[in-house]
């Protein structure tokens, strides 16, 4: 991995995603008594970040952007989702950036297996088992709509604006 060279572009580019994230994140969709969590929409931006900007910018957008939202509310999960949905934007960031779309399908369900898994072993320690069984489904179905809206999103984003495919790819930006 090389060197990255941090500049004002680089902070506001992901100051912006980790806000995206963030709106995203905040439009909960419902709540899951047994485990006090809640779904959302923050994995279409999640995903979005990841796939158009790579693997440190899905990264800190996915994490931080959701562990500010569960702040608001959900300060039990705040460690969690920053480490769960980080891994998950790494994970998707590092498998699909820059690739064809087939293959951002692909690094998005993965990067949704690391949320349900690790979501599962969390709430396994704070609840027990049977809340993080009831809780594993809707964590998937989270991710399938974060899957069918941030994968067309980043293509339909790249269609009306394309030099969104030369962000990250400028010496400065390199994520390599």
């Not at 984003?157 to 400028?170: E, K």
Request: overall charge positive.
């Amino acid at each position: 991995m090389g060197t990255r060279k941090i500049n004002a572009q680089l902070i506001a580019l992901v100051a912006t995603m980790i806000a995206v994230t963030f709106v995203c994140t905040m439009i909960r969709v419902m709540y899951v008594p047994p485990t006090g969590g809640y779904i959302h929409l923050g994995d279409v931006a999640a995903n979005f970040a990841a796939l158009a900007f790579g693997p440190w910018v899905g990264m800190v957008a996915s994490g931080v952007g959701m562990a500010i939202a569960d702040a608001i509310g959900f300060p039990l999960y705040i460690v969690p989702t920053l480490i769960v949905h980080g891994l998950q934007g790494l994970v998707v960031g590092l498998l699909g950036w820059r690739k064809r779309w087939p293959l951002m399908i692909v690094a998005a369900v993965v990067g949704q297996l690391v949320v349900v898994l690790g979501y599962f072993i969390t709430q396994t320690l704070l609840f027990g088992v049977g809340p993080a069984l009831f809780e594993a489904p809707w964590n998937g179905l989270q991710g399938l709509v974060g899957i069918v809206g941030g994968v067309p999103l980043l293509l339909l984003v790249r269609r009306a604006y394309p030099p969104l495919t030369q962000i990250g790819q400028r010496r400065e930006w390199r994520q390599e």
